[in-house]
């Protein structure tokens, strides 16, 4: 991912940051550590600048030092665009986030969306649509949600099978190429972690998304306010040990008992998990779960926290 504003807004200090960058990349990470050191004590506010010295100490070992920077980025960038927390996390190996944020998400994928379906499909054997599609086939829903729809690769693999397929996502350039392949009725930019209950859908779907919102209580209580009686939830998650666990790649992957408790929690009663390799990653196969869950206890019009979900 590339940083946001790069330039440190002192002419003195881009041309030692450059300097630094290339003793970084030759591989004389002390050197760069100590020149980034000094050129941060003129702009003590850049953010980019403590997240890059932060990578820096990461890489020569010093996690401590790595994780102090971070918070410095954090604290300056509150929105956290970089992903300063995510970084400190990983370093100190605690879960302090259960969740990514809004910002670093949107920022990620903006930058992402022209590359996005030819590295998803042509490089990284990317199946989360396909895999959905199967464990749901012969069936025909009147009106869909695509959550996190990204570029629509879900909204192209279903469009045959919904009558009214509505489409959210965080980034404006992902929703762009989307609009593009003209297969949605709706695009929203919405953030699914502020979701509010509305419209009634006869599937939901969230393929490959889930793995970005780390808890799912909320989310998924939206999902069981938002269906009808004979609803349908759709999804697929990375495949951990822990209930939810921050991973290198900054995606989350849950376990079957976890997903299986919230499922339960917010009144599903027929839930089928299934396991599949969801894509690749560096040459290695990234295992997850194809989750269909409805049979809804009742219908439920859950208040919009979803960490305490009630009846409306």
């Not at 370093?91 to 302090?96: E, F, G």
């Not at 190429?177 to 509010?196: F, I, M, S, T």
């Not at 499922?263 to 269909?292: E, K």
Request: hydrophobic share 50%; with cysteine; net charge negative.
């Amino acid at each position: 991912m590339a940083a946001w504003g790069a330039s440190s807004g002192d002419l003195i200090v881009d041309r030692r940051f450059a300097f630094a960058e290339g003793l970084a990349a030759a591989g004389d990470l002390a050197a760069a550590i100590e020149l980034l050191t000094e050129a941060l004590e003129r702009v003590p506010d850049w953010a980019a600048g403590w997240f890059r010295l932060g990578e820096w100490h990461e890489g020569a070992g010093a996690l401590d030092a790595a994780s102090t920077a971070w918070e410095r980025a954090l604290a300056l960038d509150p929105a956290d665009r970089l992903g300063a927390g995510i970084k400190r996390d990983l370093a100190r190996r605690v879960p302090v986030i259960e969740t990514l944020p809004a910002a670093f998400v949107e920022t990620l994928f903006d930058q992402y969306a022209a590359k996005f379906d030819t590295a998803l499909v042509e490089k990284l054997d990317y199946r989360a649509p396909d895999l959905l599609q199967a464990a749901l086939s012969g069936r025909h829903f009147a009106r869909a949600m695509d959550l996190g729809c990204g570029t629509g690769l879900a909204g192209e693999a279903f469009r045959g099978a919904v009558g009214w397929l509505e489409g959210c996502d965080l980034s404006a350039a992902m929703l762009a190429q989307a609009q593009a392949k003209g297969v949605y009725d709706q695009l929203d930019k919405a953030d699914l972690a502020e979701l509010e209950l509305g419209a009634q859908y006869d599937l939901i779907l969230a393929a490959d998304v889930f793995v970005y919102l780390g808890a799912l209580e909320r989310i998924v209580a939206w999902c069981a306010g938002s269906l009808t009686p004979e609803g349908v939830l759709a999804f697929t998650v990375e495949a951990g040990e822990a209930p939810l666990t921050l991973r290198e790649s900054r995606r989350f992957a849950h376990s079957r008992d976890y997903v299986e408790g919230v499922l339960a929690a917010a009144g599903f009663t027929a839930v089928q998990i299934s396991d599949a390799v969801l894509r690749r990653d560096r040459g290695a196969a990234i295992h997850g779960f194809v989750v269909v869950a409805q049979g809804l206890a009742r219908q439920a019009r859950w208040q919009s926290d979803g960490e305490d979900a009630v009846l409306a």
